[in-house]
């Protein structure tokens, strides 16, 4: 028999046992963790006027410089790109972006129509990335992580039609059911459930597992009303529903779609989730309204020095590199990414140089595609969440907001995320990746061939700014590594997604700045 993988593991776990053992499960082996956040931070006591130079405009960098001015410091950020936001980051109609090897795209979406190549969604328990959009005044609305009506989609199971997530899982949870009651009832459970337990538990499982009077699972009523109706109620002379047939156990573990339930279990992406109104890059703008004017775009650091008494940062203006220009400062804040920052004349100890090499960054590619209409709502009745396949396109995300309206939409067609299909769509020209975006989307929605009107394509490990999409620790890396890249080396702390225990979400990178900057304060205050 093949040896069950981690991450099927978890995904059984989550289906069978619920979220919160999955969880636990996740934390125990490092792959999971909840946000520290208690409020905003304080850092009491006076700089002296010290100076900060801070690297990077992402949300860690503006955390940093928007808390470290409010104490009273000096502070400088210069910012490889000429806006803010680093990987906070939106696509609209008529942005254009260069990637590594010179291959240009500029996005052809209508007005008011965009897809986030970075995050995209904020977990209920990000309190802190929460606290900041609600003090900048950035307006949430629903990010629909589960929509039962979308789909689940193995290409060699069902004659590779897609199943409805609520049908598979009313009828995964109803054999189950009926399985562990047809157990209890034969008293092959009793060493687990007492006398008294077992007559809650046989109420429990047929509450749970839509089961009948017998404790089996069929096509009935009961069953209908969790999976949906073959033909639903009506009005009228003819307004009697008729059940569907359930998909059978034996059926759905071949299909393997029960491991995509775990995307509705994990911790992280448990309703209720929220996006910026208007996209991702609201929160990024609401930073730069509040510290832009320290801002220094268009600065791409070459050298990072150091020395007993202040830091000197070498940087080049993107649009005349031939004329070197330097910064000095008291202290250094840097947010760069761990993949360029490796590259740069960095005067920091051995201990903090090896954990900066020791981290790769994950491959992602994440493509937005405009359709001539939102066939998906008016065909198929899918509002907002995400279908999952097992092709190389992963996943399709719907959007979450103008429900119901004419005109065109965009979908997010595929996001991959680390493995093979991730690294053999980054080696592909954009206008490829968008062309097999749509081959393998209608598989799932044939309306795809008729209905595409245009694309945009990110491979993270192509964006020249990060060189990847986010820390990628390995659990042996972390635990040597992850305290000497996140201790103050003489003047300089680093900061970043990549410096948290929440790899790849913005609130590591606010949490991280946050510690960062509460150590250094401590430091200057103390000295």
Known sequence: MEGIRRRDLFSLIGTMAGSAAMYHAMTALGFASESRYQGPIKLEGDPNGASVLVLGAGLAGMTAALELRKAGYKVQILEFNGRAGGRNWTLRGGDRFVELGGAAQTCAFDEGLYINPGPWRIPY????????????????????QLNHNAY????????????????????????????????????????????????????????????????????????????????APGGGLDAAPQPGEPIGL?????????????GFANYNFQTTMFQPVGGMDMIGKAFAREVGDLIRYNAKV??????????????????????PQTLTADWC???????????????????????????????????????????WEEDEAVYGGISYTDLPIRQIAYPNNAFNGAGKGVLLGAYLFDGANAYEFTAMPPEERV???????????????????????????????TLGCSGNWSEKAREQHYRNLCEIDGRIVL??????????????????????????HERVTRT
């Open 125 to 144: 328990h990000h309190r802190a990335l929460l606290d900041y959009c609600k003090r900048l005044n950035v307006a949430l609305e629903p990010f629909i």
């Open 152 to 231: 689940l989609h193995a290409s060699r199971a069902f004659g590779g039609v897609p199943q409805r997530i609520r049908e598979v899982r009313t009828d995964f949870q109803g054999q189950l059911a009926e399985l562990l009651a047809k157990a209890a009832r034969q008293g092959k459970l009793d060493e687990a459930v007492s006398t008294e337990d077992r007559g809650l538990l046989l109420e429990a499982l047929r509450s749970w597992g839509a089961l009948d009077g017998n404790f089996g699972y069929n096509a009935n009523l009961t069953s209908a009303e969790f999976r949906g109706y073959a033909r």
């Open 250 to 262: 034996s059926d759905i573990l071949k299909s393997r779609l029960w491991r995509y339930l775990q």
């Open 302 to 323: 070459t050298e990072i020095r150091q020395n007993g008494r202040a830091v000197t940062v070498t940087y080049v203006d993107t649009a005349e590199p031939a004329a």
């Open 333 to 375: 804040v840097c947010t760069i990414p761990l993949p360029i920052l490796g590259q740069l004349t960095l005067d920091v100890g051995p201990a903090m140089r090896a954990a900066i090499d020791a981290v790769p960054y994950a491959a992602a590619v994440k493509i937005g595609l405009q359709f001539k209409r939102r066939f």
């Open 435 to 465: 062309a097999r975006a749509v081959e393998f989307g209608a598989g799932i929605h044939p309306q795809y061939r008729a209905e595409f009107d245009n694309g945009v394509a990110v491979a993270w490990h192509r964006v020249p700014f």
């Open 495 to 520: 900061a970043g997604e990549h410096a948290s225990e929440l790899p790849a979400w913005q609130e590591g990178a606010i949490l991280s700045a946050l510690d960062a900057i509460g150590r250094l």
